[in-house]
């Protein structure tokens, strides 16, 4: 089973450049999740799609755009990169349902130049 | 959002038992409390999740007192591969679950 799967695994962007991050899930998932998380810090929430069609914000929503594309996708978009968005950057899913566990992927390693 | 409160380091040595509790005073009547671990590199995995009394699995047991304002994970006879770092949580059982990731507990395991 792949789970979550997030694309690409490292990024090196420079300042004002835009770019993508991809997200997959195959569990048939309702809710999916971006967070980002700087070094020896805790994850912090940056949007997420309680299901297909919708998308709220999270604590940190500035600088990103996301895009619930079908039930299993969901991307990350950063227009203008910043240094401050240097980060590692997790996607995850759930059922969306009572006692719902969220299942992470891999993680994106972006920095921005 | 219930805030929770978490020790940030903990050591312990290989083949204890390792207890890490977590406060989560205003954890409303709907929340579960659930804990992940997370390895460097890696993003966190789910290890455990509970309502009140104790839950058991083959990794952990988690211990929440009748008034639930805290939780305890116990994690029996640590090895170095237990070195990461565990998040406690808790948040709603609704649709999308806006939960709020702290500093965690960094556990170190040593020989």
Not at chain 1, 37 to 44: F, I
Not at chain 2, 66 to 95: E, H, I, N, Q
């Amino acid at each position: 089973n792949a789970g979550v799967t997030q694309t690409p695994k490292f990024q090196v962007l420079k300042t004002g450049q835009s770019m993508t991050l991809q997200c997959a899930q195959d569990m048939n998932h309702n809710s999916m999740y971006w967070y980002r998380q700087d070094p020896g810090m805790g994850l912090r929430l940056i949007y997420y799609s309680a299901s297909e069609g919708t998308t709220d914000k999270g604590e940190v929503p500035n600088g990103y755009n996301v895009s619930r594309l079908n039930k299993r996708e969901f991307s990350l978009r950063l227009e203008s990169a910043a240094p401050s968005q240097t980060s590692v950057y997790f996607c995850a899913s759930d059922s969306g349902k009572a006692k719902n566990i969220q299942y992470f992927g891999a993680g994106t390693r972006l920095s921005v130049l | 959002l219930a805030k929770t409160t978490q020790p940030i380091s903990m050591d312990s040595y290989e083949g204890q038992e390792v207890n890490i509790t977590c406060s989560h005073n205003n954890i409303a009547t709907n929340d579960y409390i659930t804990w992940y671990q997370q390895f460097p590199s890696q993003g966190p995995r789910f290890i455990i999740q509970g309502y009140k009394t104790k839950v058991t699995n083959e990794v952990a047991s988690l211990f929440i007192p009748a008034d639930r304002k805290s939780s305890t994970l116990s994690l029996p006879r640590v090895s170095l591969s237990d070195t990461a770092v565990y998040y406690c949580l808790v948040g709603y059982t609704g649709t999308a679950s806006k939960l709020t990731f702290g500093t965690g507990t960094r556990l170190q395991v040593t020989l």
